[in-house]
T-cell receptor
């Protein structure tokens, strides 16, 4: 059973370009969470999705950022017109049950975005 | 809202015991997770406490006091490979929220 798969592991974008980060949850998991981690800091919640639904996007900036989790395929975090401040590690986690449960969330290896 | 505090850095000696504290203030609480994260890697699950008391799992133990909003992670017989960041995370009591993480404690184990 493969773990949470994120790709790419490393992504370099120039300012103004789009960044597209992918996350395939563990088999059987229908809940996906995206977190952002700046250097030397903790994980900051961005968005929580189930298949075809955004449950909670309160941690995601209103502009330039969007997320989806389609019926088929991976969850996508999209950052448009990237700026240097978007440089961070973006982690995806999945769980079989939703927030508030006692089920641990399994994390992917992360995508390290560098904006130059 | 939720506020989680843990020390930024700690140093300990190989073979010793170290306790990493975490205090939290939250509007809705279900339980508390501890994760370990090595530099450049994904967080990995260590423990989950819902009830008050100590849960032991090998060299690692975790304690929770719900009334005090306090938890600690206890690492015994420290090994060099235990050098990592340890993240405290609060699980909400509503199904519409994800985990809220503290900033992490970076532990350096010295020979």
């Amino acid at each position: 059973n493969a773990g949470v798969m994120q790709n790419p592991r490393h992504l370099v974008r120039r300012r103004g370009q789009e960044a597209r980060l992918r996350c395939s949850p563990m088999k059987g998991h229908s809940h996906v969470y995206w977190y952002r981690q700046l250097p030397e800091e903790g994980l900051k919640f961005m968005v929580y999705l189930q298949k075809e639904n955004i449950i909670d996007e309160s941690g995601m900036p209103k502009e330039r950022f969007s997320a989806e989790f389609p019926k088929e395929g991976p969850s996508i975090l999209r950052i448009q017109q990237v700026v240097r401040g978007d440089s961070a590690a973006y982690f995806c986690a999945s769980s079989p049950l939703g927030g508030g449960s006692n089920t641990e969330a399994f994390f992917g290896q992360g995508t390290r975005l560098t904006v130059v | 809202g939720q506020n989680i505090d843990q020390p930024t850095e700690m140093t300990a000696t190989e073979g010793a015991i170290v306790q990493i504290n975490c205090t939290y203030q939250t509007s809705g609480f279900n339980g508390l997770f501890w994760y370990q994260q090595h530099a450049g890697e994904a967080p990995t699950f260590l423990s989950y406490n819902v009830l008050d008391g100590l849960e032991e799992k090998g060299r690692f133990s975790s304690f929770l006091s719900r009334s005090k909003g306090y938890s600690y992670l206890l690492l015994k017989e420290l090994q060099m490979k235990d050098s990592a960041s340890y993240l405290c995370a609060v699980s909400p009591n509503t199904g519409r929220r994800a985990l809220t993480f503290g900033s992490g404690t970076r532990l350096q184990v010295q020979p």
